[in-house]
């Protein structure tokens, strides 16, 4: 049982409120990032758009953390990853992904993908769908109770991943001493495009945190 399982309510509902908070933040940039791939807009609009949004980097950078931002608690007890790329509530290149967890350990997530993702006209990047793939691979090992970083990661792309509307799952395939093998894919209506394993390792010496609690 790790400890995100474990918030008390107070602790969810702080949680939810700083949420409220970045999330839409982030989602103003990720607009933003669409528009400036997008516009058409004359030379001086945009020069004066540049200058507004330096402006406004300036405002957010006033106050703001000395590094990365890591896995650490908006509110206590609760292990957060939102600067992640993939499920980052306070990053706006995630598409980003809510990732569901089902009763036999399957994680999955709809989710849509952007103009920001493109690699081959009208679809999605390949190292984006091994990112989305990598991160969901991981979260179906951490669901499972194990922990480890990736070791291997093979991808299959079937056919190509088209912008829009997507659907992603993994799961663990089975645990061998340190290395987890996961398995899963990335989905459009038509069926899977892209297809994934992976062996995650719990580095040498690494004691899962949950082992002692
Ligand atoms: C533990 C921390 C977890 C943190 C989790 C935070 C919160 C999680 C929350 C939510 C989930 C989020 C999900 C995110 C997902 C993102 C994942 C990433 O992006 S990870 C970044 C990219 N990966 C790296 O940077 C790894 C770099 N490599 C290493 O650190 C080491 O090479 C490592 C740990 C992979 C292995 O090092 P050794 O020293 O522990 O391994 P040796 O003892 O030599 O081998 C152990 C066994 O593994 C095999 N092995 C070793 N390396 C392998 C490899 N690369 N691929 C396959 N097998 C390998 C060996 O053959 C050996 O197998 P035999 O026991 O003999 O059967």
Same mark, same amino acid.
């Given at each position: 049982m790790t400890r995100y399982l474990e918030d008390t309510a107070t602790e969810r509902l702080e949680a939810d409120e700083r949420e409220g908070l970045y999330g839409?933040?982030?989602?103003?940039?990720?607009?933003?990032?669409?528009?400036?791939?997008?516009?058409?807009?004359?030379? +001086?609009?945009?020069?004066q758009a %540049?200058?507004? @949004?330096?402006?406004?980097? /300036?405002?957010?950078?006033?106050?703001?953390?000395?590094?990365?931002?890591g896995v650490h608690s908006e509110a206590p007890g609760r292990r957060r990853t939102w600067g992640s790329p993939v499920i980052g509530v306070r990053n706006p290149i995630a598409p980003p992904l809510t990732l569901q967890h089902a009763p036999d350990g399957l994680?999955?997530?709809e989710f849509r993908v952007g103009t920001a993702y493109e690699g081959p006209p009208g679809r999605l990047h390949g190292g984006m769908a091994a990112l989305i793939l990598?991160?969901?691979?991981g979260?179906?090992?951490?669901?499972?109770? +194990?922990?480890?970083?990736?070791? %291997?990661?093979? @991808?299959?792309?079937?056919? /190509?991943?088209p912008l829009g509307r997507l659907r992603t799952e993994a799961r663990i395939d089975r645990v061998e001493g340190r290395k987890a093998y996961v398995v899963g894919s990335i989905a459009d209506d038509e069926g899977i495009t892209v297809e994934a394993e992976a062996i995650f390792i719990l580095p040498k010496g690494y004691v899962h945190p949950d082992a002692t609690a």
């Open positions: 839409p933040l982030a989602e103003a940039v990720r607009a933003l990032v669409d528009a400036s791939i997008r516009t058409e807009v004359d030379d +001086h609009v945009i020069r %540049t200058a507004d @949004l330096e402006r406004i980097a /300036g405002h957010l950078r006033a106050h703001q953390l000395p590094g990365s931002y994680v999955w997530s990598d991160h969901v691979l979260e179906a090992v951490s669901a499972s109770g +194990h922990w480890g970083l990736t070791g %291997t990661l093979t @991808l299959r792309y079937r056919r /190509g991943t």
